[in-house]
Structures are given as C-alpha cells and as structure tokens.
C-alpha cells in the first residue's frame, strides 16, 4: 500500500518562501506522474505542479497552473522517494490546504493522496 505524506506548510508573509516535501512509502516508480494539488473552503482542488518521468532516464517532464509559473518549482529525488514543491514569492491568494498526489502509470490510474498541509500567507 503506497502512502505519501507532506510537511513543510506552515505561515509566511508575502513574498516570502516555502518548500514542501512528500515522502511516499514504497517504490515512489510505482507511480507516476506525481503531482501537488491545493485546496481552499468551498473552492475545488486545483493542480499546481506536475512531474512526469519519461522513457529516458533522470529525464522528466513537469507542468504548472498558470498562477504558479515562475515561481513555484516541482522536483523529484528517486533516492530518497520523495518529490518536492519550492515556492517563492508567495501571495495570499497562496493560502490553501497543499496535497501530494500520486497516480498509477495502469490503466486504473488509481490516486494516493496525502493528508494535506496548510499553507497560509499573511502578513
């Protein structure tokens, strides 16, 4: 059973920094793409950043909402199973409950999801 779970929320001002982590228990090239998703009250889950590995080794593939682009950077490390969100320049509008996310490369595309952590910026 594949588990991931995140750390790194927590408050910030604005223009400031965050890097959140998820680790996922068991072979993280069990799934594949991985991604982060966030969430505010009321409002549905949006993608954020995705990471895809492709056929070609240490080679991948990554997308982000537009909101997000060039300021916030995904990344993958396959030694310590764990894919990584670096957010710079945050805003309030930032705030929102971050989720990791990883899904089957089968034909299921069965979704993991974390637990989520908070991220709030405020001054």
């Known amino acids: 059973q594949v588990q991931l779970v995140e750390s790194g929320g927590g408050l910030v001002q604005p223009g400031g920094s965050l890097r959140l982590s998820c680790f996922v228990s068991?072979?993280?090239?069990?799934?594949?793409?991985l991604g982060w998703y966030r969430q505010v009250p009321g409002r549905e889950r949006e993608l954020v950043a995705q990471i895809t590995r492709t056929a070609y080794i240490d080679v991948y593939s990554s997308s982000y909402a537009e909101s997000v682009k060039g300021r916030f950077t995904i990344s993958g490390d396959n030694a310590k199973n764990a894919v990584y969100l670096q957010m710079n320049s945050l805003k309030p509008e930032d705030t929102a409950v971050y989720y990791c996310n990883g899904r089957t490369p089968d034909r299921k595309a069965t979704d993991y999801w974390g637990k989520g952590t908070l991220v709030t910026v405020s001054s």
């Open positions: 068991g072979s993280i090239f069990s799934l594949n793409p």
